[in-house]
């Protein structure tokens, strides 16, 4: 079974600085990777998704993440943090598995944003 | 071009009685998950159904909670005798399917959540 770890459970900022945040899968196939975000209160948007191919993807809100198979890890960056990035962010791994992708989420990395 | 609907947002259930969750997925979407998300733990996959067909439920307790996806009307997740353990954040999303591969793609689109709160 695919699982997904995020180290961090909490990471404060300052606002114009960069961020990475860690995520780590195990699964014995290439994966599908996703990173979401959720605002307090809210459901979950999809940042960015890895399915094949180029292994740096681009995303929304000026996110970006690297696929590195060796080091079976799927880290999110983004150059200079705005206060509105605040949220919680959860990596999520998609299994394959009769046609249909399971997808486990990590448990989440809360990102606080200081002026 | 509505999204994932959910309702109700906010439950409050006594122990003992029943919830029952709604989920209506994005139009040309065929295909819903549901997790679970409790304060600090992430969400837990709970179930991964077809209009009509259940395909995954190995994250569904194995008493009193059930869901079905019926061909007409939205996705409904039941939870029976309630208890204070139940209460949390209920998520549905609804997925595309690769028309070529003709598999899930596993991108998930949420609703708001349905919160559920037992006395």
């Known amino acids: 079974a695919q699982s997904v770890t995020q180290p961090d459970i909490h990471i404060t900022v300052s606002e114009g600085a960069s961020l990475e945040l860690r995520c780590n899968y195990s699964y014995g196939a290439t994966p599908y990777l996703f990173w979401y975000v959720q605002s307090p209160g809210q459901g979950l948007q999809l940042l960015l998704k890895y399915f094949s191919g180029d292994t740096l993807v681009q995303g929304i809100k000026g996110f970006e993440a690297e696929f590195k198979r060796s080091q079976s890890s799927f880290n999110l960056r983004k150059p200079s943090v705005h206060w509105s990035d605040a949220a919680e962010y959860f990596c999520?791994?998609?299994?394959?598995?009769?046609?249909?992708?399971?997808?486990?989420f990590g448990t989440g990395t809360k990102l606080q944003v200081i002026p | 071009n509505a999204g994932v609907m959910q309702n109700p947002r906010h439950l409050v259930r006594r122990r003992g009685q029943e919830a029952r969750l709604r989920c209506s997925p994005m139009?040309?979407?065929?295909?819903v998950y549901w997790y679970r998300q409790l304060p600090e733990e992430g969400l837990k996959f709970m179930v991964y159904?077809?209009?009509?067909?259940?395909?995954?439920e190995s994250g569904m307790p194995k008493e009193r909670f059930s869901a079905e996806f019926p061909k007409e009307g939205p996705s409904i997740l039941r939870i029976q005798q309630v208890v204070r353990g139940d209460s949390a954040a209920y998520f549905c999303?609804?997925?595309?399917?690769?028309?070529?591969?003709?598999?899930?793609?596993?991108?998930?689109?949420f609703g708001e959540g349905s919160r559920l709160t037992v006395l």
């Open positions: 139009k040309g979407h065929s295909h």
């Open positions: 999303a609804s997925s595309p399917r690769d028309r070529v591969a003709n598999v899930g793609t596993g991108e998930l689109f």
């Open positions: 159904l077809q209009k009509e067909n259940i395909i995954d």
């Open positions: 999520a791994v998609g299994a394959g598995a009769g046609g249909y992708q399971k997808v486990t």
